[in-house]
């Protein structure tokens, strides 16, 4: 009799321990989702108050949720529009002050040639002296004859009150910066005192402009004197006419408020 084996049946139980990490996952995957979903919202505050609550319910404590914005919030965003403003403000403020100084300036200046022009008609000065206001000063051309002999530096005694009424004028606004300025024609000096024209310009420069700061009023920091020599003419030196044009001393109050366009260190001579 043959003996059959007899297989008995084994009830099969499936594991279920996969559950736990899966659930785990798919906690982890809602939570990135929210992430991405809070960074593309506007509110980085709201955001970050609905991170803080889920770190605090999933994790008891910080993890994937914890979250600082570099977006700016609605606060920060409102301080940044009023920060432009204000600073649109300064400028257009600023703007403005230049625009009044340059006005007071110009008005300045325009006194102060009326002055000049009136000292230079009452005193029957008119073919020796005259003034010009432009864009960058206000000029007051002085011939060589009214001042100095010829070939000499010197200032005639008699021109001394011309001089001292100049500094007079001047005194009324001694924040300007002023440039004397010799000029001689292009005939060639040599003497005793003068090897060339370069050095009798700037002599004359010099002495002119020391006989103004005998005013206590004024300020020698403000003044500088320069020599042009022959080197600025305003006429032809072909010509007498010509060359008495061009023996001058020019005094010059430099304006200081221009536009960067027209301001330079030394006007150039005309």
Request: no cysteine; aromatic share 8%.
């Amino acid at each position: 009799m043959s003996k059959k084996t007899r297989h008995e049946e084994h009830e099969e139980h499936a594991d279920e321990s996969w559950l736990l990490p899966y659930s785990d996952l798919m906690t982890l995957l809602v939570a990135l989702f929210i992430v991405l979903y809070g960074m593309s919202a506007t509110d980085a505050k709201k955001f970050e108050e609905m991170a803080a609550a889920f770190n605090s319910a999933l994790n008891g404590g910080t993890g994937v949720l914890e979250f600082r914005s570099d977006a700016p919030t609605n606060t920060q965003l409102d301080q940044g529009n009023k920060d432009k403003m204000n600073s649109v403000v300064d400028k257009n403020t600023g703007t403005s002050e230049m625009a009044k100084l340059k006005q007071k300036e110009q008005e300045d200046l325009e006194k102060l040639k009326k002055e000049f022009d009136s000292y230079i008609s009452n005193n029957g000065l008119t073919n020796l002296l005259s003034t010009k206001l432009n864009q960058s000063q206000l000029m007051i051309t002085i011939s060589d004859n009214a001042l100095f002999a010829s070939g000499d530096a010197i200032v005639k005694d008699d021109s001394r009150q011309l001089a001292k009424s100049i500094s007079n004028m001047l005194q009324e606004f001694p924040d300007y910066d002023v440039l004397v300025q010799g000029h001689t024609d292009n005939v060639p000096i040599s003497n005793s005192s003068y090897s060339s024209n370069w050095d009798l310009s700037v002599d004359r420069a010099l002495h002119f402009m020391k006989i103004l700061l005998l005013n206590p009023n004024l300020k020698p920091e403000k003044f500088s004197p320069i020599g042009y020599g022959e080197y600025h003419p305003i006429a032809p030196n072909d010509t007498a006419a010509g060359r008495a044009k061009n023996r001058r001393v020019e005094v010059s109050i430099l304006r200081k408020y221009q536009d960067t366009a027209q301001k330079a260190e030394i006007p150039a001579a005309p």
